[in-house]
């Protein structure tokens, strides 16, 4: 699990918060990992990348995912918050020889989340969602243990809040989060 060029990376073109967010989540991944069985090092992997491309600007996280010939939405195009995703799978790719797309999928849905996610996609979204350097709302250590347990529930949870706070802030609610949560709703949080 070295990684040390992905970690001289960070730690040089992150802001200190970003850097810190970037290692709690990889570290949680590990660790969730281990408790579902999950690909250790892939997890780790994909949570040290996951916002690689969170501090650049629009015009250069599209033209990672240009690069890469990703496409995206138009609700998404002109969203830094739904873009970085997408961007930083790109670099993880173009700047890191990532080819796993298990790893470059749970990099590119760990904001939005989608319908029936694998269990990497899960592990990093609720990762980076609830790690240790995390202090938007006082649940997240809730959450946090939850995911420990149950995974599914925790994932509800979070898409619940976020899925509110989107539309209480008046920001676009990507149909990904919308069919993460009803389906997971559907399949009785399994
Ligand atoms: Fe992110
Ligand atoms: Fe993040």
Redesign the pocket.
């Known amino acids: 699990m070295d990684n040390q060029n992905i970690i001289d990376y960070l730690n040089k073109n992150l802001s200190a918060e970003r850097y810190k967010h970037t290692i709690c989540c990889a570290e949680l991944a590990v660790e969730l990992a281990q408790i579902y069985g999950a690909d250790k090092e892939k997890a780790y992997k994909a949570g040290l990348l996951?916002?690689a491309a969170?501090e650049l600007s629009v015009d250069k996280m599209r033209e990672h995912i240009k690069n890469n010939d990703m496409q995206v939405d138009i609700y998404m195009e002109n969203n830094s918050a739904l873009l970085?995703?997408y961007a930083?799978a790109a670099m993880a790719k173009a700047m890191f020889d990532v080819e796993d797309a298990e790893i470059l999928n749970a990099i590119t849905y760990?904001?939005t989340g989608k319908e029936n996610m694998t269990l990497l996609e899960k592990i990093i979204f609720i990762a980076?969602a609830t790690d240790e350097s995390r202090t938007y709302d006082k649940k997240i250590e809730q959450w946090r243990d939850l995911a420990k347990k149950d995974i599914n529930a925790a994932i509800l949870k979070v898409l619940d809040f976020n899925i509110v706070k989107v539309v209480n802030r008046g920001f676009v609610l990507h149909e990904n989060t919308v069919k993460a949560r009803n389906y997971l709703v559907i399949n009785n949080g399994k």
Do not use: F, N, V
Request: glycine share 0%.
């Open positions: 996951h916002d969170k970085h995703a930083s760990h904001t980076d």
